[in-house]
């Protein structure tokens, strides 16, 4: 077990952390995460969180203090940018593992880690600079604090540090993303306890969480109201109650099923082994949940995925509090479908899967030759450009690696061993990705660039005008804080609208007023979309470049 651990701990080092370099940042989430971590750093103010030196309330601090930490200990790249979540990814996968080893036994902690580890969705997260991971760290380990808690019978100084460290994560989580830290914990925990029949325990419990949370929460919490007072207003109302009920204040509506299909998806490749997972519920599947852990993965599953689905705002990272209950569930299946020790039932499932993507890489690589002759099909040439050889040469060796441990798995007799090989099937893909990314993807996701490609034109007294997602990366790339909105604020609303700051956001009129009064400065103003440059006065020298637009007036 000493060795699988190892190599369990190698294998995240190697997916998780090896590729967070590879490529670059993509728009609108990661620059801005970035940038507001690096302004923190440069303006020396770690109390309230700045876009473009504007304030920025959507998010309370934690999440911008830990992207901040790992700019200073490893400098403004993108490997510092995605580090946080990382980080907070394996930590959520240990958290699991504390909490299975201790209730449910080496070989549930060993699934339920790796199926945890190994989802897409998860995986698609972890690499990715969001709040959404250390979020999803904090109530996991909350969870976890509370479950160690709730098993000690009698109160001992077990029972009491395991609520202080329940509370103490809840608080973290509090000051990355706000109030859903109590949300969620209070939906899984209230139902539990009366699953249970101890709900007279809800009136005991959480005083001593709630102590851990004041103390946790409490200082930064008076420090910026204190800074600004209308922060609680803001970060309450508007970025709480309102986005929650009202769905033409979300930024992202969408349909009440909206993340039925986000963890379907999410749950690859695990979502292959369903029936294998079913079978080993089949005969236990009352006994299961009659299990005080089973009961607790149920409702940590199922409460907040239906507050998640209720809200009237959805992304797909915001589910991600519900996929260490998932492990838990499908380990247990799993864990079920081994012991019972008959392999020829998981083969076909096998077989299919070695199929399709023998078939995909096939017409993967019939079309790449088909379009690198310059055959068009509605305007597209391919996934891949003529000089992007290296990169399809890698997807393809990645899905060659997943067919060849997928025909180990349907080779091996032990039926653990042939898991393992369908697990370790798709990591290949996984790493392959951060390094495959097609060029069409990042012309439109990715602006580094471009940008960088006008780098060297940028002078500190060149002004700046930016038009909605884009002004997070030119603060990022360019290093500057001073850069002007045209036309619409966007996410930045809030912060333009400050007395201190309103003069930041140009109309045509303004930005023509600017151009006439100082003839002979260098101004870039960088678009998003080619129509809003027929917006703008004649320019004497202007560049067009893919989706991105530059304007230069002289």
Known sequence: MRRIYLLIIGLFIILYIVPLGLRPLFTPDEPRYAEIARELIVHNDWVVPKVNNLRYF???????????????????????????SALAAGMAGLALFMLLKKFAGDSMALWGTVIFLSSILVYGIGTFAVLDGPTAFFLTAAMTGFFFAYMEKQWNARKVGALLLFGFFCGLAFLTKGFLAFVVPAIIIGPFLIWERRWKELFILPWIPALAVIITALPWSLLIHFRDNDFWNYFFWIEHVQRFLKKEESQHPAPFWFFIPVVIAGSIPWLFLLQSIISGYKERCVEAFKQPLMRYAACWLVFPFLFFSASSGKLATYVLPCFPPIAILIAYGLDNFMARNKPGKIDLTLKILLSVLAVAAIVLITAQIVFSTGIKIKNFEGLYGKDELFKFTLVIAAVALWCSLLWMAISARDLKKKIAFFALGPLGCFFAWNAAVPNLVLDVKAPERILMKYADRITPDTMLVSYKNLLTSICWYYKRDDVYIYSKAGELEYGINKPDSVQRLLTKEDFEAKVQAAPR???????????????MPASSDSVIDKKILFQEYK
Do not use: Q
Not at 58 to 84: C, D, Q, T, Y
């Open 58 to 84: 959507e998010k309370p601090i934690m999440g911008h203090w830990l992207n901040a930490a790992s700019l200073k200990l490893f400098g403004e790249n993108n490997f510092a940018v995605r580090f946080a």
């Open 521 to 535: 400065r260098k101004i870039f103003i960088i678009l998003e979309s080619p129509r809003l440059i027929k917006e």
